[in-house]
């Protein structure tokens, strides 16, 4: 199973970079043109993300300088550390689910932080990919057809969230602790 | 939401540094993190167009339509009221396989329209039916075969191994679409589809 895991991770990306455009050539794609006409779009999105990431990330510096992020982390750690949750990801846990370029950056705080080939750098980045912006994506879709009952889709979103995060912190404490 | 995260991390910032008596930390802080940003953003160009690049091949290549037809005896489970030779069926394999393959800019079109497919089935229009729950909570849940912008982040920072996240976050994501899936059955019963009229102001 572990075994598996690695292999995927090792070979998902130079097998997808080949097998895709090989497909596309065979079925008459020109995949030179079209990779280049698709990858432009690339900077947009990179550079988009700018003053979002500007915005949380002087935020969250100003935060960590004045040590306030270690005071909040102390106050909850026991509690935390009771049920084996790892402190530094709460906040990451909290915020996955609101915000979208908030979370990235509080991610990226992470990563930088604890280092990216750290256990905890890695759980964060798994803990970041391993679920959307919920609110985000239920305002959008149900807002876009109008419906104002939601019925049971924030509680069964948020379940799904609350157990990506603890999936998220267990396999990478198994594969990479 | 986001406004009061934002103001509240920097005013008990301030807060927090008057009592210590550490203003210059704070100012650091701030331009540190500015700093940290351009640097993520731009760390970030070079993987975003060689995905984006990829994906836009794949959809060439009939990938997406093949892999919509790949998963559509999966879909006719999950969202059993639906008909199966209706359009939100096809709608939602497409806004599905975009998701998965990562295809941020073709998912949210899609996903708008399997809404609209699903809403054109919907007795009540200002209540959520079954079936877009379900949907909901899976792309909320947010499969994604390849966490392409955690990853970036990896890179970016200089990360020795950044794909080693890959299989973490498979099994992550599928725990929790599991979850999500599971949770969106179990709870519609009591959440009824047709409620009193009082209940229908208070829910928004």
Redesign the interface.
């Known amino acids: 199973m572990r075994g598996?895991?690695?292999l995927?991770?090792?070979w998902?990306?130079p097998v997808?970079?080949v097998l895709?455009?090989a497909?596309?050539a065979i079925?008459g794609?020109k995949?030179y043109e079209?990779?280049?006409?698709?990858?432009?779009?690339?900077?947009e999105?990179?550079?988009r993300?700018?003053p979002f990431?500007?915005?949380?990330?002087?935020?969250?510096?100003?935060?960590?300088?004045?040590?306030?992020m270690d005071?909040l982390t102390a106050a909850l750690a026991p509690a935390l550390s009771a049920v084996s949750f790892p402190p530094e990801l709460f906040p990451l846990a909290v915020?996955r689910s609101?915000?979208g370029s908030?979370s990235?950056?509080l991610?990226?705080?992470i990563?930088?932080t604890a280092?990216?080939?750290s256990l905890l750098?890695?759980t964060a980045?798994?803990?970041?990919?391993?679920?959307?912006?919920?609110?985000y994506?239920?305002a959008?879709?149900?807002g876009?057809?109008?419906?104002?009952?939601?019925?049971?889709?924030v509680?069964?979103?948020l379940?799904?969230?609350?157990?990506?995060?603890?999936?998220?912190i267990v396999?990478?404490r198994w594969?990479?602790g | 939401?986001?406004n009061w995260?934002?103001l509240g991390?920097?005013a008990?910032?301030?807060v927090?540094?008057a009592v210590?008596g550490?203003p210059d930390?704070?100012?650091?802080?701030?331009?540190?993190?500015?700093t940290?940003?351009?640097q993520?953003?731009?760390g970030?160009?070079?993987?975003?167009?060689?995905?984006?690049?990829?994906?836009?091949?794949?959809e060439?290549?009939?990938?997406v339509a093949l892999l919509s037809r790949l998963i559509a005896p999966v879909l006719r489970r999950l969202f059993p009221a639906v008909p199966a030779d209706h359009p939100a069926i096809g709608a939602i394999a497409m806004s599905l396989a975009a998701n998965a393959l990562g295809l941020?800019?073709a998912a949210?079109p899609l996903?708008?329209k399997a809404?609209?497919e699903?809403?054109s089935l919907n007795p009540r229009?200002?209540?959520?039916t079954n079936a877009?729950?379900t949907f909901?909570?899976v792309?909320?849940?947010?499969v994604?075969?390849?966490?392409a912008?955690?990853?970036g982040?990896?890179v970016a920072?200089?990360?020795?191994?950044?794909?080693?996240?890959?299989?973490?976050?498979?099994?992550?994501?599928a725990?929790?679409?599991?979850?999500?899936v599971v949770?969106?059955f179990a709870?519609?019963r009591?959440?009824p589809?047709r409620?009193e009229a009082d209940?229908?102001q208070g829910?928004?």
Request: charged share 10%; aromatic share 6%; hydrophobic share 60%.
């Open positions: 598996a895991l690695d995927v991770s090792l998902a990306i997808l970079l895709i455009p497909v596309g079925r794609v995949v079209v990779f280049v006409e698709g990858a432009k779009e690339g900077f999105v990179a550079i993300i700018i990431l500007v915005a949380i990330l002087v935020a969250i510096g100003m935060f960590r300088g004045a040590g306030a005071l915020l609101l915000s908030g990235l950056a991610m990226t705080d990563v930088k280092g990216p080939d750098g890695r980045a798994t803990m970041y990919g391993s679920t959307e912006t919920t609110f994506v239920l959008v879709y149900f876009a057809v109008g419906v104002r009952r939601t019925r049971h889709a509680p069964a979103a379940i799904a969230d609350a157990v990506a995060v603890i999936a998220a396999v990478c594969m990479f | 939401m986001l995260i934002w991390l920097m008990v910032a301030l927090v540094a210590t550490t930390n704070l100012t650091a802080g701030a331009i540190d993190g500015a940290t940003a351009v993520i953003s731009l970030l160009v070079g993987i975003m167009a060689l995905w984006l690049g990829i994906m836009r091949v794949a060439k290549a009939g990938l941020n800019n949210t996903g708008i809404m609209e699903l809403q229009p200002s209540t959520a877009m729950v909901l909570s792309l909320t849940a947010g994604q075969l390849i966490p912008t955690a990853i982040v990896l920072s200089g990360s020795r191994m950044p794909t080693s996240i890959i299989g973490t976050t498979l099994v992550a994501t725990a929790g679409t599991t979850a999500g949770a969106a709870l519609q009591f959440f589809e409620e209940d229908e829910a928004a």
